[in-house]
């Protein structure tokens, strides 16, 4: 595998106040890096520091201290910048423009000829499901979810290497989610590498090969969910429902179980273990009580939950 961004030790403090100025620190050293092909989602709480990061791969901010690499390149290379793609995190256009005309702008600006532009504008368009009939509208016309596909086709006009997105989900339908999602997938099957920063934590979950959780501007955790979920304890506990008894009823035969917890459903019981040999104690417990077993499975946490619990630890 060949790291396509390579950040180390990147860090920002932004300047603050007028009178007073003082320096408060958005991104303290940062150091990750991301394998060509793959999908990267990088994850934190507002002003964890994902945008900054991005913009300072975009160069739009300068470091305080550190460095990074995009395609092998430093991020000071203007040629490497012809090769990747970036949605700013509240994309804003020239207003008076449609979306065909900006688009086609974009292409000019890669160099791309007139016949070869009108061509990539429509298949751009139609590729981010923007309705037809608002091709030739001006953007100022716009729904914020309109303008976010733009945003998008924007992203992807030269065809990039690798694509930085910023929030790519943001003001989207679950519909319009959907259909991003799958594009975001396709990008993926097509080569290309993606970086996305996002809170929706069920499209990084469901798209994701690696993620990086940022926190107060630290790195938190990095790797494959599945890693992630280990390391959490994920799947250790697990979950059994019972019918035709009670929470109560249960306890009274289940004398507390170290870690075990019982709570009453519409339609029985269910008891959580906290190790698989606990699983023969509450079946046992179960016939005592007269009660029928569902199911018995392993609780998985959502990325969600492994998520909050580490911003908050
Ligand atoms: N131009 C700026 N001047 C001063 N501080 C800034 C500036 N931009 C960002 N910050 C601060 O830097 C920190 C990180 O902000 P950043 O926008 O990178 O967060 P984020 O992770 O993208 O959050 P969100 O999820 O809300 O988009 C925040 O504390 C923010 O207040
Ligand atoms: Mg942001």
């Not at 900054?52 to 290379?77: H, Q």
Request: proline share 3%.
């Amino acid at each position: 595998m060949n790291a396509v961004v390579e950040i180390e030790n990147l860090t920002k403090d932004y300047e603050v106040g007028f009178w007073r100025k003082r320096r408060v620190r958005a991104l303290d050293g940062l150091s990750l890096q991301v394998e060509g092909g793959e999908i990267f989602g990088f994850l934190g709480a507002n002003g964890a520091g994902k945008t900054t990061t991005l913009k300072l791969l975009m160069r739009l901010i300068y470091p305080t201290a550190g460095r990074a690499r995009i395609l092998g390149r430093d991020i000071n290379d203007v040629a490497m910048h012809a090769r990747i793609g970036y949605l700013p995190e509240n994309p804003y256009f020239y207003d008076y423009l449609t979306a065909r005309e900006l688009l086609n702008y974009c292409a000019e600006l890669f160099g791309y000829s007139g016949r070869e532009r009108a061509l990539r504008t429509e298949e751009l368009l139609s590729r981010v499901h923007l309705d037809r009939k608002s091709w030739d509208k001006q953007l100022r016309k716009y729904s914020k979810g309109m303008l976010q596909r733009v945003g998008l086709a924007q992203a992807l006009v030269n065809d990039p290497e690798i694509v930085f997105l910023d929030e790519p989900m943001s003001g989207l339908d679950p519909i319009g989610r959907r259909e991003v999602r799958d594009l975001i997938a396709g990008l993926k099957l097509k080569g290309t590498t993606v970086f996305m920063c996002s809170h929706i934590l069920s499209d990084i979950e469901v798209l994701c090969d690696r993620v990086a959780i940022l926190s107060s501007g630290r790195l938190a955790e990095t790797g494959r969910l599945e890693e992630l979920r280990e390391r959490a304890g994920d799947g250790r506990r697990i979950e059994i429902m019972v019918a035709g008894t009670d929470a109560e009823k249960l306890s009274s035969v289940f004398p507390a179980l170290e870690g075990a917890q019982i709570t009453s459903t519409a339609s029985g019981a269910r008891i959580e273990v906290s190790d698989e040999r606990d699983v023969d104690a509450a079946l046992s417990a179960l016939r005592q009580a007269g009660g029928r077993l569902i199911s018995v499975q392993p609780v998985r946490q959502s990325l969600e939950e492994l998520f909050v619990r580490e911003v908050s630890e």
